[in-house]
């Protein structure tokens, strides 16, 4: 009888371990380039050019 424990062929622990790493490297990538971006300073949009209450004061003065 078995004793419940899977273990695996040690060409398929290669394959996953090769598999997990590969992943790991990915995300290690995705991550730092989502901490570049984040270190970037923010480029101002064309609507934060407006003045902020544009258009109020015609409203207002009736």
């Known amino acids: 009888m078995t004793d419940g424990t899977d273990k695996a062929a040690p060409g398929r622990r290669d394959t996953k371990q090769d598999r997990l790493a590969s992943a ?3 995300n290690l990538k995705r991550r730092k ?3 570049r ?7 101002p949009s064309h ?3 407006a ?6 004061a015609e409203k207002t003065g009736d």
């Not at 003045?51 to 109020?56: D, E, L, N, R």
Request: charged share 35%; proline share 9%; hydrophobic share 25%.
């Open 47 to 49: 609507h934060d050019e």
């Open 51 to 56: 003045a902020p209450h544009q258009g109020i």
């Open 24 to 26: 790991l490297r990915e």
């Open 37 to 43: 971006e984040r270190s970037k300073p923010a480029e």
């Open 33 to 35: 380039a989502q901490a």
